[in-house]
């Protein structure tokens, strides 16, 4: 989702330019699991094989339910976050600079499982689920004058 943050930044006479920032991030409940998963598959310790088994089920016309009607669904819930962020920007010559970043993300869901089969329910459960997370990175930047 979007992402929102007030930055600042401490200019000085240096080639080093530091900056922060806090703000909010928006996580919408896009999620897709893979078929094979939904349709209970077992992978045991290869997933690989879950997923051709599943892809020949596909291919064949999804002719009865595999594993006698077992379908497993979550879906997460879309939440707000806090972000807070600092960097660095080197100047490394006239027109270009590195810059150096690291932020944190904190965010938490809601996550609901349920367990059909056949289509029809038999164990719905709830639970949170956390999306937090650690963004670091370098880049360059050229500027045009």
């Not at 401490?10 to 900056?19: G, T």
């Not at 339910?65 to 879309?78: H, I, Q, S, Y």
Request: with cysteine; glycine share 10%.
């Amino acid at each position: 989702g979007p992402l929102f943050t007030l930055n600042t930044r401490y200019l000085n006479n240096s080639r080093f330019i530091p900056y922060g920032g806090v703000g909010m991030v928006w996580f919408n409940r896009t999620h897709v699991t893979k078929g094979w998963w939904h349709y209970g598959f077992n992978y045991d310790e290869d997933w690989h094989t879950a997923d051709a088994e599943y892809y020949n089920w596909k291919q064949n016309g999804e002719s009865s339910w595999p594993n006698g009607g077992f379908t497993r669904t979550f879906e997460l819930d879309e939440t707000m976050g806090w972000v807070v962020n600092f960097g660095c920007s080197i100047n490394l010559f006239k027109n270009l600079d590195a810059d150096v970043y690291w932020s944190y993300t904190d965010a938490v869901t809601d996550l609901t499982y349920d367990l059909s089969f056949y289509g029809n329910p038999v164990d719905t459960r709830y639970d949170e689920f956390d999306v937090s997370n650690y963004t670091y990175g370098v880049g360059l930047r050229y500027k045009f004058r």
